[in-house]
Structure formats: C-alpha cells, structure tokens
C-alpha cells in the first residue's frame, strides 16, 4: 500500500494510493515535530528513494484509489477544501488513487469514505479514472517523541510539511547517472588515475629496449634509469600523505596526474639532450605519482564505508594492473608505427582529460559535495570513520606501534619483488625466453590481467568474510598470506621450467597471487588508523618505494654477475620474511584515533 498523511488543526486524513509498498493493518506513518513536508518515494523493484518536495499545508487528506497518470514537469494540483496546492513532479509515474476523507477525526480509526476531492494535472489528456473496490487500512499514529494522539496541533498556514506519499508503478525515466552512488564515481575516478598511473610508468620497461640500443646502454645505464624515477617518488609519500590528510585528497591527486602527465611528455626531449637530463625528468615523474597513493587513501577513508573497504580499495588498485596492461600492450604498437617518443607524447597527453573530470565530479569528502544524495551522505557517513581534519601528526606515537612496523617492514618485502617484475619483466622475456619486443610487451600483459582479476576476487572475498563475523585481523593475515607465499611458490617454478609458455604461466600466477595484498596490507592503514591513512600509506610506502629503488638498481647488477636464478633468490627470500613479520604483528584493529 501507498501511504501518506498531512497534519492541521481542525482535520486529519491520510492519502492511500495503491502499491505494493504496506500490506494491511501494518504500521502506515509516523509525524514527528510541527513542520512537515511531502517526501515522495518511489518502489523500484523492491528498492526505495526518496524525493522532498514542499507544499503549503493542506486542511485535509486524500485517500483511496484512481487511476492516473504523472508526467514529469506537470503541476499536480491537489484541491481539499475548496484550497489548491501543487507539486511538481520530477518523475513520470502511474498511480491508483480516489479522494476521500476522514468520518470520524479521531486518530487510529477506520477510514470512511465521506467527501471526494479531486486530483488535477496539468496534462489533461493522459488523465484516465479507474474506480477500483476500496480496500480498509488502519492508520496508526504514534510517537514517542510526539504524541500527537492528545496534542493540540496549531493551523500552519505556509509551513512545511513532513508526510510521506508511497507511490506504487512507477515508471523510472531518470538517467541512470543521476542514481549512481557518487561514491563509486569518486572511485571509479581513482582507479582511471592509477589506471594512467602505471601506463606512464611502464611505457619506459618497452621504450628502454630500443633506448639502449640508440643510446649504447649497458645493463648498468639501464637499472640506473629505471631507478631513478623512484628519486622522486621516494620523495612525496609521507608529504603527499601529510597533504592529503590536512586540505583533502582532491587537491592533492589533480596535482599529481598534472605533474607527471607533464614529464612524461617531455621524457623523450630529455632523453635526447643527455642521461643526466633523462635522470632528473624521470625523479620528477617520481615526485608527480608518488602523492597518487596517499592522496587515493586518503580521499577513500572519506568516502567509502568499511563494509565495502576491500571491495573499492581493489578496483583502485587493479586499475594500476590494467594500466600495466593497457602500457605494455599500446607500447610496442606504437614504437613499431611511430617510434619510442610516440609513447611518451600520447601516454602524458591523457592526463588533461582526467584531470578535466576530476575538477568536475570530485570532492575531497562527502561534506564538501553539494549534489550528493541525503540518503547516500547518512550511509556514508553512518558507516565509515571519523572525518575530522588532521592538524598534528602523533609520529612519535604512530612510530611506537609495532602494527605500524608490521606495515612497513611488509611493505618493503612486498614491493621487491613487484617492483622487479614491473620493471624487469619485458627484458626478462626478450633476454631469457628469446621473444621479441612485439612478443615481450603482449606477453606481459597476461600476469597483470590475471592481477586485475585477483584483486577484485580478493576484495570481494575479503568483505564477505567480514560480513560473516571473520574479525579484520584474520582477514587481513589470511589475505596477506596468499599475496607473500603464492608469488614465493611460483617464482621458485621458474628456474624448473623448460619452455616459455610454461615460464609466462608462472608469471602469471606469481602476479595473481600478489593481488591479495590489496585486500591484506594496502587496506590495512585505513583500518589501524583512518584519521592517517595518507600519513600511514606514505610511510610505509617510502619503505615500499625504497625496496623498488633498491631491488631495482640491484637487480642489474646481480644479472652483471649472476643468473635470473639469483634475482628470483632474493625476492623468495624477502616474501618469506614478510610473511613471518606479518602474521606476528599485525592487526585490523585501530590502534591510532
């Protein structure tokens, strides 16, 4: 059933339209407070939403059942008591509804019909009458912050009312953008960031083969260039973090895709002046994506409840995977068509566009966004963390927790062996797997699809397991588990394996499993302490950023001396040392408030 109602001082009625909302003799409406106003809510398969409109107040109450048509944009003209009120509705919708008063005026009674008003639209041709037999519903009326039974209730000539009108059938003609959850846009934003994130990141793994090959690199030349951009990247975690937390996320990420969107264009004009001039463009692509992080966590922690932490958190993250993808599929295309700079040149140019969006659509917390719906803020804000603006950072206390630690030390082993692969990976198949530059960049994509993959399955395991009374902390160890010892596993394969097939598999798998940590360690600073998300991940993300600076820079020195074998070696060693670290110290539990 369909139901509203209308408070005065000398009359009470109710509208009762039909709909599959209130079966019979169930609880029909509570009036709180003097002031009132139409609240109009539309049952969409079985989903509820919620419009306030306002009307002047009327004497009396419609009820009972016509049929008629809504259209969007047409006045609807209710008249009680020889008094013309009028709402204008957003949405087209059909209605069973016939006007009827009251009897009796006592509260909680039987309703009777006993005078017909008339419900007029502007759009008298779509108007259809259909008299249908008129079902009895009881309206009960109590409150126990207003006992409006006994209470005599003041004539409100201009006041707002507070009512609730059902409607059944609606017809949803509103574009499905409009009733998107803005919280997925801010989401869906960050991931298309990381997404240009990592495109611009690894354009340099495929373009540095034909570099070399101009430039005479040796393997040396080649690590150090593919180091360097961690210079700059080292540089802004625990800044960027610092920055986000104190003036919002939104400010601080548009700054960051502008930044390195900018010197990744002008990697190439570097790249030719000398290697000093290629070095320092590098570090400043660095410092541009090293708030891209922080600020992505911090903005989060605002905007997405705990209940759907890992879920969101991994669809950020497997935007960097498809960027890996998207870069090392585009690249050798590009290079083969137009040359290495031709990378660089259309990569750095899509930034303008996100940042265009983003300058549109985002907000730094659900506060700040004016067109966010009242029932999505009260959710918002209903189930996630406390949003009150950091002025001082506790370090001294932040660096007492061993969980803290946990992070970080974790943090470092994880991104050795990720970093390694990211950047190493095209060469491994060129130089061990004899595959060329055209078969390195396709065959790299597959680890990093099969990591897109993972990271979304993971997230959703992860909040189901916490929904089903799984305490955060198990989650999180479980989760963090398989991202340690599955890549462990499988990189131990690739010295057993004998074809290439075989090898790219095992990269593949490696990869997959790594995606869990995005469920494990990467949402575990928004549950230790969600004030310093930002200044938590840019801590220990700088330990993250100093193993992809190291692991990176060594690793072609070991390949000077050594075999792949050895490059694995150290890797498998770091992830099993993560392992103990983390399953002993962490904890999903906050610790900083």
Same mark, same amino acid.
């Given at each position: $059933?369909?139901?509203?109602?209308?408070?005065?001082?000398?009359?009470?009625?109710?509208?009762?339209?039909?709909?599959?909302?209130?079966?019979?003799?169930?609880?029909?409406?509570?009036?709180?407070?003097?002031?009132?106003?139409?609240?109009?809510?539309?049952?969409?398969?079985?989903?509820?939403?919620?419009?306030?409109?306002?009307?002047?107040?009327?004497?009396?109450?419609?009820?009972?059942? =016509?049929?008629?048509?809504?259209?969007?944009?047409?006045?609807?003209?209710?008249?009680?008591?020889?008094?013309?009120?009028?709402?204008? #509705?957003?949405?087209?919708?059909?209605?069973?509804?016939?006007?009827?008063?009251?009897?009796?005026?006592?509260?909680?009674?039987?309703?009777?019909?006993?005078?017909?008003?008339?419900?007029? =639209?502007?759009?008298?041709?779509?108007?259809?009458?259909?008299?249908?037999?008129?079902?009895?519903?009881?309206?009960?009326?109590?409150?126990?912050?207003?006992?409006?039974?006994?209470?005599?209730?003041?004539?409100?000539?201009?006041?707002?009312?507070?009512?609730?009108?059902?409607?059944?059938?609606?017809?949803?003609?509103?574009?499905?953008?409009?009733?998107?959850?803005?919280?997925?846009?801010?989401?869906?934003?960050?991931?298309?960031?990381? #997404?240009?994130?990592?495109?611009?990141?690894?354009?340099?793994?495929? /373009?540095?083969?034909?570099?070399?090959?101009?430039?005479?690199?040796?393997?040396?030349?080649?690590?150090?260039?593919?180091?360097?951009?961690?210079?700059?990247?080292?540089?802004?975690?625990?800044?960027?973090?610092?920055?986000?937390?104190?003036?919002?996320?939104?400010?601080?990420?548009?700054?960051?895709?502008? %930044? %390195?969107?900018?010197?990744?264009?002008?990697?190439?004009?570097?790249?030719?002046?000398?290697?000093?001039?290629?070095?320092? $463009?590098?570090?400043?692509?660095?410092?541009?994506?090293?708030?891209?992080?922080?600020?992505?966590?911090?903005?989060?922690?605002?905007?997405?409840?705990?209940?759907?932490?890992?879920?969101?958190?991994?669809?950020?993250?497997?935007?960097?995977?498809?960027?890996?993808?998207?870069?090392?599929?585009?690249?050798?295309?590009?290079?083969?068509?137009?040359?290495?700079?031709?990378?660089?040149?259309?990569?750095?140019?899509?930034?303008?566009?996100?940042?265009?969006?983003?300058?549109?659509?985002?907000?730094?917390?659900?506060?700040?966004?004016?067109?966010?719906?009242?029932?999505?803020?009260?959710?918002?804000?209903?189930?996630?963390?406390?949003?009150?603006?950091?002025?001082?950072?506790?370090?001294?206390?932040?660096?007492?927790? /061993?969980?803290?630690?946990?992070?970080?030390?974790?943090?470092?082993?994880?991104?050795?062996? =990720?970093?390694?692969?990211?950047? %190493? $990976?095209?060469?491994?198949?060129?130089?061990?797997?004899?595959?060329?530059?055209?078969?390195?960049?396709?065959?790299?994509?597959?680890?990093?699809?099969?990591?897109?993959?993972?990271?979304?399955?993971?997230?959703?395991?992860?909040?189901?397991?916490?929904?089903?009374?799984?305490?955060?902390?198990?989650?999180?160890?479980?989760?963090?588990?398989?991202?340690?010892?599955?890549?462990?596993?499988?990189?131990?394969?690739?010295?057993?394996?004998?074809?290439?097939?075989?090898?790219?598999?095992?990269?593949?798998?490696?990869?997959?499993?790594?995606?869990?940590?995005?469920?494990?360690?990467?949402?575990?600073?928004?549950?230790?302490?969600?004030?310093?998300?930002?200044?938590?991940?840019?801590?220990?993300?700088?330990?993250?950023?100093?193993?992809?600076?190291?692991? =990176?820079?060594?690793?072609?020195?070991?390949?000077?001396?050594?075999?792949?074998?050895?490059?694995?070696?150290?890797?498998?060693? #770091?992830?099993?040392?993560?392992?103990?670290?983390?399953?002993?110290?962490?904890?999903?539990?906050?610790?900083?408030?």
């Amino acid at each position: $059933m369909a139901i509203g109602s209308f408070i005065s001082s000398r009359d009470f009625g109710s509208f009762i339209g039909s709909g599959k909302i209130c079966e019979k003799d169930q609880t029909i409406s509570h009036l709180r407070g003097e002031r009132a106003g139409v609240a109009v809510a539309r049952n969409v398969q079985g989903s509820m939403f919620y419009q306030k409109l306002r009307s002047q107040m009327a004497n009396g109450l419609i009820s009972g059942y =016509t049929h008629c048509h809504l259209w969007k944009g047409y006045p609807l003209s209710i008249r009680c008591n020889e008094k013309f009120h009028r709402i204008y #509705l957003r949405q087209k919708c059909s209605v069973r509804c016939e006007c009827h008063l009251p009897s009796e005026h006592s509260l909680g009674s039987w309703l009777q019909p006993r005078a017909v008003d008339r419900i007029e =639209t502007g759009h008298w041709k779509s108007l259809q009458s259909k008299h249908a037999k008129v079902n009895r519903i009881r309206s009960f009326y109590k409150s126990e912050e207003d006992d409006i039974t006994e209470a005599k209730v003041d004539s409100l000539t201009s006041a707002e009312v507070q009512g609730v009108l059902l409607e059944g059938n609606v017809h949803e003609t509103s574009s499905w953008l409009e009733q998107f959850p803005k919280r997925w846009v801010i989401v869906l934003l960050c991931f298309m960031a990381f #997404l240009l994130c990592n495109m611009d990141r690894v354009n340099m793994s495929i /373009a540095i083969l034909p570099m070399s090959q101009e430039f005479n690199w040796n393997s040396a030349t080649v690590g150090l260039i593919q180091s360097s951009f961690f210079w700059g990247y080292l540089l802004t975690q625990i800044v960027g973090g610092i920055w986000a937390d104190k003036i919002g996320g939104k400010l601080v990420l548009g700054f960051g895709v502008v %930044w %390195w969107s900018i010197a990744t264009v002008l990697t190439p004009i570097a790249a030719k002046i000398g290697l000093p001039f290629l070095l320092i $463009m590098r570090a400043f692509m660095g410092i541009g994506e090293g708030v891209a992080m922080p600020a992505m966590n911090n903005i989060l922690s605002r905007w997405i409840p705990v209940s759907e932490r890992s879920r969101s958190l991994a669809l950020v993250y497997s935007g960097m995977y498809l960027g890996s993808v998207t870069g090392l599929a585009i690249s050798p295309i590009l290079i083969h068509k137009f040359g290495w700079p031709s990378v660089f040149y259309s990569f750095g140019s899509l930034g303008s566009i996100w940042f265009a969006l983003w300058l549109k659509k985002a907000y730094s917390s659900p506060k700040e966004d004016p067109e966010l719906r009242a029932e999505e803020k009260k959710f918002i804000l209903g189930g996630s963390v406390s949003k009150e603006p950091v002025s001082v950072i506790p370090w001294k206390l932040i660096l007492s927790k /061993a969980p803290v630690w946990a992070l970080i030390i974790s943090h470092f082993c994880h991104n050795w062996g =990720t970093f390694i692969l990211l950047t %190493w $990976m095209p060469t491994y198949y060129n130089q061990v797997l004899k595959f060329n530059l055209t078969e390195s960049g396709l065959l790299c994509v597959l680890p990093w699809l099969t990591m897109a993959a993972f990271a979304n399955l993971g997230g959703w395991i992860a909040d189901t397991l916490v929904s089903k009374g799984f305490s955060i902390t198990a989650v999180r160890k479980i989760m963090q588990s398989i991202g340690f010892l599955g890549p462990a596993f499988f990189l131990t394969q690739l010295s057993k394996v004998r074809t290439p097939a075989m090898a790219v598999l095992c990269m593949a798998c490696s990869q997959g499993s790594d995606a869990f940590s995005q469920s494990g360690l990467y949402s575990n600073h928004q549950d230790i302490g969600p004030r310093y998300a930002g200044v938590l991940l840019g801590l220990s993300n700088t330990a993250g950023v100093l193993a992809g600076v190291f692991g =990176t820079a060594a690793t072609g020195y070991i390949l000077q001396r050594g075999t792949w074998d050895d490059v694995f070696k150290v890797a498998v060693a #770091l992830y099993l040392i993560g392992t103990l670290v983390w399953n002993l110290f962490a904890t999903g539990e906050k610790i900083l408030d």
